[in-house]
C-alpha cells in the first residue's frame, strides 16, 4: 500500500524555492495551486565554497522528500550579493511603420541583451524592469501597454540587476553535483521588497534590508522601484562593534545582539530556567549599558542609511525620501523587533518600522512572481518510470 501511495504522488507537480542567505537557508515547496506543502530553514555558516549551505540543503531536502513523496529536482534560487550591479539606460527605437507596442518592445530587449553581452560580458543578467516608456514623443505609461500601436517612436528607461558570471557559475556547478538544476534566479532584496511594497500599497515606501554582510537600500513610488544601492556593511559588522566595544568574544557579542532583539524587558527577567534569561544575568553581571548597546546598534544602521546615498549617481532621489514611511526587513534587522528606537532625521521620512517576516513568506515572493510572469515559468512535468519511482522510494 505504502508503494501505490506513492506511485500516485509522485505524479504531482510541484515548485521548490530556495532563499540562498548567507545566514540561513530557506526552503518550500509549493502545488500549482500555490498551497505550501513544506518549508524549512536552517541557519548556516558563510564559507567561501558554500559548502556548509550545501550540507544542511542535504538534510533539508531529504526531509521533504520523505515528508511529501517527492523527488527534487529542478530549484528557483533567491539570491544577493555584495557584488550587485544596477544599470539605468534608456533605449529608443525609430519606426517606419504603424505597430504594436509589444511588438517592438520584444524587439528593445534583444538590442538591450545585446547590450549587456557586449559591454558587461563578465556579468550574468538577473532582471529587466521596465520604469517607464513613451510612446511618440508625448504619451507615458509606467505599465506597458502592450495592446497600444505606435506611430513614429518608443522610448523605454530600464532598471538592470546583474551579478558577476563567476559567482552564479561557482552556484550553478554546486547545484549540478548535487543533482539539482536551477531554473531560475531572482534577486532576494528586489522580490521581498516588491512584493512587501504591494502589500503595504503605500505612493512612496523604502526598504533597508540588513543582511549577514551587506545591506541593501530600496525605494519605490507608486509600486515602481526607482532605486537600490547594497553596501558591503551588515550585521556581521553590528556583532564585530559589540565585540570591540564590549570587549567580549564575536559568540558572545551575537547572543547579546540577538538577545536584544526580544525587547529590553528580557534584560532584567530573573528566570534563570531559560538561556535568554541566563544571558540576561551575564549581561547585568558585566554592567553592559543597555543604552550604549543601543548606540552601538543604531550607529552602524546610521551609517548604512548614510552610505546608501554616499557618492550616488542618484542622489536626486533623496528629496523624494521625505516623508517616505521607511522598513526595515533581513535577518540583521530583527534587533529592532519590539524595540523602539530612533534614527537621525537626515531624510525626514515619515515612520520608521520593523517588518516581521516568515520563511515560507519569503520564498512565496518568489512563487508569486515566478507565477505571475509566463515568460519565466519554467515548470517541468515529468513522469518517471515504474523503475524509477521504486528506487526513489527505498532510497529515501
Partial sequence: MQIELYLIMAEENYINILDFGSSKIRFSVFDLNKKKKFSKNKEVLLVDNYDNHFDNLDIIIKEAEKEISYHVEDIILLFDSIDLLT???????????????????????????????????????????????????????????????????????????CLPKIVIKKLKDKFIKKNLKITNIFLTSYLKSYSYAKKLNKNKISFLEIGLQRA????????????????PIGGSHITKDIANIFKINLDDAEKLKKSFSRSDTEFSYKDNSSENAMLAKEILDKNISIDLLKKVILYRVQEIINLSFAKSSNISYINELHNTDLFLIGEGSMI?????????????????????????????????????????????????????????????
Fill in 87 to 161: 544599470i539605468d539606460i534608456s533605449l529608443n527605437k525609430n519606426l517606419y511603420k504603424y505597430s504594436q507596442v509589444k511588438k517592438i518592445y520584444n524587439l528593445l530587449l534583444l538590442e538591450l541583451n545585446q547590450l549587456i553581452n557586449t559591454y558587461y560580458s563578465n556579468q550574468y543578467l538577473i532582471h529587466i524592469l521596465m520604469d517607464k516608456c513613451i510612446i511618440d514623443n508625448k504619451e507615458i505609461f509606467t505599465d506597458l501597454p502592450k495592446e497600444k500601436f505606435i506611430n513614429n517612436n518608443l522610448k523605454v528607461d530600464f532598471k538592470i540587476f
Fill in 216 to 231: 541593501s537600500f530600496i525605494f519605490y513610488k507608486t509600486n515602481k522601484l526607482k532605486f537600490i544601492k547594497t553596501i
Fill in 336 to 396: 529592532f523587533n519590539d524595540n523602539s528606537f530612533y534614527l537621525e532625521d537626515k531624510f525626514k521620512f515619515k515612520s520608521i518600522n520593523f517588518f516581521a517576516e516568515s520563511d515560507s513568506e519569503i520564498c512565496n515572493c518568489a512563487l508569486t512572481y515566478n507565477l505571475n510572469n509566463p515568460a519565466l515559468q519554467t515548470i517541468t512535468v515529468k513522469k518517471q518510470g515504474i523503475f524509477e519511482k521504486f528506487f526513489n522510494y527505498f532510497s529515501k
